[in-house]
């Protein structure tokens, strides 16, 4: 880590690591419960193509930072060829399986707890969503509906973190996690469900942090280039360390927003454009997705000033496991699982590496580039492959950004810590 620290500060980059102050805070041990599903219970819901590489991309990246990840999932065959040995680490996502998973999850959080520990969740869901007809959102499990009223009474009531992070991508997954208005009921019968629905909703655990794919009923975006619904992929970027827009190796809910909207800017086809929904924790607004000061298994990939435009990683298997439109000044750190080897692309260019080990750090500024060319895969995706990313994210659209919503920024870009 000391390494890391070392690069970051020659690039200006200033990411603590290791100060007197942040080792007298809590630990936050973490564990990740992903549930990932390409099969829906509507005959009109076509089965999803890329679902389960979705949950396999936030098994690789979350694994390496948790003590434990459950994955939740049937992988298809082309998946299973790109995962070798992931689908023996898998259960079918059942009903009876994720109980069994929160079960025993919530037992280990209740320890860390008991000695004085505050234990994060991640709850990843991507798949198949629905709205009911009486507005309860629902998200599709093998053997039936996962409802909201399911989410609330089985998964975030129970709960033994002191933090959750909840991130779906579904079709109308903001109806997953909240209500617009009450279920038809009428004048006599108010007073009896006004308490069950306000037992459902997020207000209520101020500890929960929601990142949801769609605000209204609209589809989610699956992108074969990149083998991935398009959500997923820009959450999956920004939490790699895409979206840290101060330097400090922390992302906050704010980053990600603003980081998503970024992508999406300069999509001008509107059924390509995401209307998110993403709501941190009210008894912490400023609580990190990721931070990259603590300790994990990844390596690091430093993208010094001087680097611009429109870059992704591809690893050794072709799949893109982070993406930016970088600043010309501003430093970025993606943190990436080991692989024998990965490819710094932009458009026409790339340049390998690799991790030596866990812990690594390879300095972009340094590598070797050659001309690569990428062939066309049709006009269906031509919205996706040349206006995704198309808008360059940094401070000042960051800045920009929070004062058209009216929030709070994270704080400024610091000073280089230069002190041994």
């Known amino acids: 880590m000391q390494l890391l620290r070392s690069a970051l500060v020659v690039a200006g980059c200033a990411v603590f690591l290791g100060s007197a102050s942040a080792g007298a805070a809590p630990e936050r041990p973490a564990y990740a419960l992903i549930v990932a599903n390409n099969v829906g219970l509507e005959p009109q819901q076509a089965p999803l193509r890329y679902a389960d590489d979705d949950g396999a991309r936030y098994y690789e990246l979350l694994a390496p930072r948790v003590k434990e990840a459950v994955l939740l999932t049937v992988l298809d065959a082309d998946t299973q060829a790109l995962h070798p040995g992931l689908a023996g680490r898998t259960t079918p996502p059942t009903r009876a399986a994720l109980q069994e998973a929160l079960g025993r999850l919530n037992t280990r959080m209740a320890e860390d707890k008991a000695r004085g520990a ?6 990843v869901f991507t798949g198949h969503g629905k709205r009911g007809a009486a507005g309860e959102g629902a998200v599709s499990l093998l053997d039936g509906a996962f409802t909201r009223t399911d989410l609330y009474t089985q998964v975030l009531a129970p709960s033994t973190a002191s933090r959750v992070h909840l991130i779906v991508d579904a079709c109308d997954s903001y109806f997953f996690v909240n209500s617009r208005g009450a279920l038809p009921t009428g004048p006599a019968q108010w007073s009896a469900v006004r308490d069950t629905l306000a037992a459902r909703e997020l207000s209520r655990y101020p500890h929960v942090g929601a990142v949801l794919s769609t605000t209204r009923e609209q589809e989610s975006h699956e992108w074969s280039a990149i083998r991935s619904g398009v959500f997923s992929h820009q959450v999956l970027s920004a939490l790699a360390g895409a979206a840290d827009v101060n330097a400090d190796g922390r992302v906050e809910y704010s980053e990600l927003q603003a980081f998503i909207a970024a992508a999406n800017q300069g999509v001008d086809d509107v059924r390509g454009r995401l209307d998110v929904s993403i709501q941190p924790p009210e008894m912490d607004r400023t609580l990190p997705l ?11 990939l430093l993208l010094p000033p001087g680097l611009e435009g429109r870059l992704w990683v591809e690893d050794a298997r072709g799949l893109r496991v982070a993406e930016l439109h970088k600043e010309r000044e501003r ?9 024998e080897r990965y490819f710094l692309r932009t458009q026409g260019r790339e340049a390998p590496f690799r991790f030596a080990r866990e812990g690594a750090v390879v300095d972009a500024g340094g590598l070797g580039w050659r001309d690569n060319a990428f062939a066309a895969r049709g006009a269906v995706e031509d919205a996706f492959r040349e ?16 004062a058209s919503i009216g929030q709070t920024p994270v704080a400024a870009e610091q000073e280089p810590d230069l002190s041994p």
Do not use: I
Not at 290 to 300: A, I, P, T
Not at 331 to 339: A, E, F, N, Q, T
């Open 290 to 300: 990721v931070d990259l000061k603590e300790r994990s298994r990844l390596g690091f």
């Open 118 to 123: 505050q234990p994060v969740l991640y709850f």
């Open 387 to 402: 206006r995704l990313f198309s808008v360059p994210f940094g401070p000042r659209f960051y800045q920009g950004y929070m």
């Open 331 to 339: 430093p970025v750190v993606l943190g990436l699982p080991p692989s």
